[in-house]
């Protein structure tokens, strides 16, 4: 019954159902632009609201991941393995439960995002979500990958996404600097335990977009073998 099942979802090919993930995932990531939105202008009842859908749509992602766990099959006759397959899929699996730590947290302490880094604070985010976008389009060429063999101008396709997912990475390297710069500006006039958190929440906004890279990563280290 289960392999049915997952066969009706997704078809065939084990592919499908790890692009279908990712695609659930980038949802769940995206649902924190409304969230912090609601968040800057102090909203608890829409923030609240908002976190309730990121964490729903990390549940559903979970729910795939479990699906295809238990249903791939232990030899794919293609040109990758179901090792690579499951690696891939776990790396995908933290980028929603990131966004699902970070909603989480935010809202456990009403934390307050100070005006003078709200607006910097949101292109933080919106650029850390273009990091999971970048690494759902690389995920998405997959399947075509694994028509050609690994081989032809795919390859080439691919790695540019992936290059281009490294510079978005740069980028919110860069903007996460800029950040905690202008927070330590503000230290004196918080409270030190939230000053505390509010690192932490700009570190894990940062991991957002790390652990997308690490998606194109391993994807990369797949077109290498």
Same mark, same amino acid.
């Given at each position: ?9 997704? /078809? ?18 995206? /649902?924190?632009?409304?969230?912090? &939105? ?26 795939? &991941? ?7 099959? &232990?030899?794919?006759?293609?040109? #990758? ?47 850390? #979500? ?8 690389? #995920?998405?060429?997959? *399947?075509? =990958? ?5 081989? /032809? ?11 281009? =997912? *490294? ?11 800029? #950040?905690?710069?202008? +927070?330590?500006?503000?230290? &004196? ?29 391993? +994807? ?6």
């Amino acid at each position: 019954m289960a392999r049915s099942t997952i066969s009706n979802l997704f /078809g065939s090919s084990p592919v499908k159902p790890l692009q279908t993930h990712m695609e659930r995932v980038h949802i769940c990531v995206c /649902g924190l632009v409304p969230f912090f &939105k609601a968040v800057l202008k102090q909203d608890w009842a829409e923030a609240s609201a908002q976190q309730q859908k990121i964490a729903q749509l990390e549940r559903e992602a979970d729910k795939l &991941k479990r699906e295809l766990r238990l249903n791939l099959p &232990k030899s794919l006759f293609m040109p #990758i393995s179901r090792r690579d397959l499951l690696e891939i899929l776990s790396m995908q699996d933290m980028v929603a439960n990131k966004a699902k730590d970070i909603s989480g947290l935010i809202i456990g302490r009403k934390m307050i995002i100070p005006a003078e880094i709200g607006d910097q604070f949101l292109l933080f985010v919106e650029r850390s #979500i273009d990091a999971s976008a970048q690494a759902q389009t690389a #995920i998405n060429e997959l *399947d075509d =990958l694994v028509e050609t063999g690994f081989r /032809g101008g795919e390859i080439s396709l691919v790695q540019s996404m992936i290059r281009r =997912l *490294d510079e978005i990475e740069s980028e919110t390297d860069r903007i996460q600097i800029k #950040i905690r710069g202008e +927070l330590a500006k503000l230290e &004196k006039t918080l409270h030190p335990v939230d000053v505390m958190f509010l690192y932490e929440i700009i570190d894990w906004v940062g991991d957002l977009s790390d652990r997308a890279q690490q998606v194109g990563s391993r +994807l990369e280290l797949l077109l290498a073998q």
